[in-house]
């Protein structure tokens, strides 16, 4: 989104919120085929792409997605200038390094890598201040009909949803600001 911002010269405003993918804790989850190809498929969509690590099936997967939105919360509460840092380091951690996101060890030691408190995370983490927080948002994602990620809204606008080529999402967003007075803020839904 910041490259979107950079090109759309300011105009785009983005508000990030949590949408929960996998709420149970369950230290039995692993990738399947199924993971696999999505992040094939990604990895094929554009050339300037991040990696993506494509581990093998069994491989274990995060056993939930709540403490990577919980994080992102507190982030987001407490030191906002450092989030979108985070964001990028959680998204590498997991697509590129295949870290365990759910681990709230991983959690720490990243926001300590963009400047932020890992300490004072791991306690909003073992309090679950935050969980509040990512339920509501999550709530309000699905009354708006949200339900899948990633997914940005545009004022009047359906959502788009998926993992859109850059070049197309790019377009989508400038035609909405073009047509807007002003440039109306644009959400994004996020998920770990």
Same mark, same amino acid.
């Not at 932020?116 to 969980?131: C, K, S, V």
């Given at each position: 989104?910041? /490259? ?7 105009? +785009?405003?983005? !508000?990030?919120?949590?949408? #929960? ?5 369950? *230290?039995? /989850?692993?990738? /399947?085929?199924?993971?696999? @190809? %999505? ?13 993506? =690590? ?5 491989? *274990?997967? $995060?056993?939930?997605?709540? *403490? ?7 982030? /987001? &509460? #407490? ?9 990028? =380091? #959680? ?6 390094? #295949? ?9 720490? !030691? +990243? =926001?300590?890598?963009?400047? &932020? ?6 306690? @909003? +983490? ?23 990620? $990633? &997914?940005?809204?545009? $004022? ?8 859109? $080529? ?5 377009? &989508? ?5 073009? !047509? ?11 998920? %770990?």
């Amino acid at each position: 989104m910041r /490259r979107l911002r950079n090109e759309l010269g300011g105009r +785009l405003r983005v !508000e990030v919120k949590s949408f #929960v993918l996998i709420a149970e804790d369950d *230290p039995g /989850r692993r990738f /399947r085929e199924y993971h696999r @190809a %999505h992040r094939r498929a990604a990895a094929d969509q554009d050339a300037d792409a991040p990696h993506f =690590a494509v581990p093998p099936v069994g491989h *274990p997967y $995060p056993r939930s997605s709540l *403490p990577a939105l919980e994080a992102g919360a507190w982030l /987001r &509460a #407490v030191q906002p200038e450092r989030f979108d840092a985070f964001d990028l =380091a #959680v998204f590498e951690a997991f697509f590129g390094r #295949v870290r365990d996101i759910s681990d709230p060890d991983v959690l720490a !030691e +990243l =926001a300590a890598g963009v400047g &932020a408190d890992g300490p004072a995370l791991l306690e @909003a +983490l073992r309090t679950r201040r935050y969980r509040p927080t990512v339920l509501q948002e999550h709530r309000q994602a699905l009354e708006c009909g949200i339900q899948a990620i $990633p &997914a940005i809204l545009v $004022p009047g606008r359906a959502p788009i949803v998926g993992a859109v $080529p850059y070049p197309d999402l790019r377009q &989508a967003l400038a035609g909405s600001l073009a !047509e807007s007075e002003g440039g109306q803020r644009i959400e994004r839904r996020a998920g %770990h």
